[in-house]
């Protein structure tokens, strides 16, 4: 379902856009995601709604050792992509799961700020961005995502998100669209 209204209160929640992750092989242009993001991010800014960075220093705990990343990640693999910044007003979330909710201050420092909505940009699709798209809907969000503003490492996962998850979670469009409705 196309977006059709942003609440008063809507915050902007990008992703694991950090420079270890942006250079990863991706179906879509992970610049154009960056850039696409930025645009939001600029735009939420400029109307005082929050912008919160999220990345990922770390993995769940568990028999998952395996699944990531092989060797020590460089010193600025978690560092949000300079384009994005963070601003003096952005809150930074750092998360050790795929989900930017679960053990984090996430929910609280929304909630403190009367977020009632979250529009959601970043990488992976099929991860990250998903994880936090359910977790966002359970705990009572309006959750929109930036369709042109994701990507992931397999095609396929990107395009059952996109189409399949995301609309039965809230509302997906364009960031152009997006932008035009923050008005």
Known sequence: MTATVLDPRTALVVVDLQKGIVGL?????????????????????????????V???????GRNESRGPSGKPAADWADIVPELGPRESDIVVTKQQWGAFHGTALDLELRRRGVTQVVLTGIATSIGVESTARAAHEHGYHVTIATDAVTDMDADAHRNSVEKIFPRLGETDTTDAIVKLLG
């Open 25 to 53: 092989p991706t179906a879509h242009p992970a610049e154009d995601v960056v850039a696409r993001s930025v645009t939001l991010a600029d735009a939420f800014r400029a109307k005082d709604l929050p912008v919160f960075l």
């Open 55 to 61: 990345r990922v220093t770390g993995g769940a705990p």
